[in-house]
């Protein structure tokens, strides 16, 4: 009987060991019991050498995810993670000591993953699923997607504007994570190491929905060249989130387009700039450049910086009218043309002047002289330059008083005296409105562009 039972039991063990269904060898890891819901994706992705798992024979599947380490483990699954690397990556918190630069390298090279508009990787930060459900809607073919698909679920209003359409897309290729409840995504928490073993192997067995452009297939190449180095190819942009600005109550228009190249100041925005120096009409002409600064960091209102404080903004008086009789203040038209960050980075900021007066810097509407007796002297009242709007918006002072001459002609001749000159005092404020798109080059992408002067002929 014993003899039986023994060789019995070395029969099965040999079918185990010959069928290669054994549990001992089919996972490392010791804690992921076999009723985790994760659990088959993870032995999926432990067998296929996607994740690693600890050291200490552990999966740990609660551990939240590094930036870095879900840029190398989408690699693996993509079949890209031994491509040969063609570009040096350019982000201020990355050298090539850097823990995972290779992952970062190809990620950018591939167009995967890109960094922050700060000009940073962040490779330690840790992952969201909202920037999963991003970076899974990006890889993957285009489609018809309709948003109201995420009505189903309870937390879908947590979604930013600019995830929508990538979530919505991530949903309809089920490439996306919604446990422990159904109805919820919990979109702007950090991704855990059992959600990420789900969307790579998920992602793996829908390989036909990743756009070719992200397969190992596409990306081969010749072997015959694979020791030439390649021109990089320039990555593709897209949205990442839409903020808003401050406009004072002047403008419409307050977005501010994030992507991962740049950050986009959209037209009619308006900023509140300063000047150098003090400023006196007469004692510019046309073609005079004048110096502006901002006083302020400029941050949109959902915390990304713009302009940092003390940049240099530049513009060109185009026009000059001098003050006139019948109380015609001087005039005076400026185009900004470009403004200079702290740290040399040169930028266009093509704006006017935004007052009453279209484009206009000019002493703002005075009151006239109340009421004078009948020997022509003033009683009540002076004529001064009144600020519109909030008092930071004045753009200059002086005065344009009229002085009677006495009796019966008093009056007539107080309304005939001629204007003001424009003054300005430095650190005086004044607003601009931005006449095109302002954008803002992340450092690692080359400033190509060119300013034209097509706005002058308007």
């Known amino acids: 009987m014993n003899f039986r039972k ?69 690699l693996r699954a993509l079949g890209l993670a031994q491509a040969p690397i063609n570009v040096v990556p350019n982000y201020s918190d990355v050298t090539q000591e850097t823990f995972g630069y290779p992952s970062i390298a190809r990620a950018e090279q591939f167009g995967l993953i890109y960094g922050y508009t700060d000009g940073e990787f962040k490779p330690q930060r840790f992952i969201t699923k909202l920037e999963t459900a991003s970076i899974m809607s990006h890889i993957t073919v285009d489609t018809d997607i309709d948003t109201a698909i995420l009505n189903q679920f309870a937390d879908s209003k947590e979604i930013p504007e600019w995830g929508i359409f990538p979530f919505s897309k991530a949903i309809k290729y089920g490439l996306y994570i919604n446990y422990p409840l159904e109805t919820e995504l919990n979109p702007n928490r950090e991704l855990n190491r059992a959600e990420a073993a789900v969307l790579l192997a998920r992602l793996m067995r829908a390989m036909d929905l990743v756009d070719p452009n992200y397969k190992a297939d596409a990306n081969a190449g010749d072997d015959n060249n694979a020791d030439v180095a390649q021109e990089p190819q320039e990555p593709q942009e897209y949205i990442l989130s839409v903020e808003h600005l401050d406009n004072y109550g002047k403008s419409a228009v307050d977005r501010v387009n994030i992507t991962n190249l740049r950050r986009i100041i959209l037209a009619k925005n308006v900023f509140r700039v300063s000047f150098l120096e003090s400023f006196n009409s007469t004692k510019h002409k046309v073609g005079d450049v004048i110096p502006f600064y901002f006083k302020k960091d400029i941050v949109t209102k959902e915390g990304t910086l713009l302009i940092p404080a003390n940049t240099k903004l530049y513009a060109t008086v185009a026009e000059l009218r001098d003050k006139r009789w019948i109380n015609k203040n001087a005039e005076v038209y400026l185009h900004f043309e470009k403004m200079v960050f702290p740290n040399g980075h040169e930028y266009p900021f093509i704006a006017r002047v935004l007052n009453n007066n279209e484009g206009v810097l000019s002493e703002n509407k005075w009151l006239k002289p109340l009421e004078y007796t009948v020997a022509g002297a003033a009683i009540g009242g002076v004529a001064v330059g009144l600020p519109v709007g909030e008092a930071n918006d004045r753009s200059g002072d002086g005065m344009a008083i009229g002085f009677p001459v006495g009796a019966g002609v008093g ?24 006449k095109v798109d302002c954008s803002l080059y992340n450092d690692y992408v080359q400033q190509t562009k060119t300013i034209t002067r097509e706005y002058i002929e308007e």
Request: no cysteine; proline share 4%.
């Open 6 to 74: 023994n060789l019995a039991t070395v029969f099965l063990s040999m079918t185990l060991l010959l069928t290669g269904i054994s549990t001992a060898f089919a996972k490392d890891y010791t804690d992921i019991p076999d009723d985790y819901w994760a659990a088959e994706e993870i032995e999926d992705v432990v067998t296929k050498n996607i994740v690693p798992i600890y050291g200490d024979n552990t999966y740990k599947p609660m551990e939240r995810v590094t930036r870095v380490d879900w840029t190398e483990w989408l």
């Open 411 to 434: 009056l007539a001749t107080g309304f005939l005296t001629p204007g003001v000159n424009f003054k300005a005092r430095a650190n005086e404020d004044v607003l601009v409105e931005l």
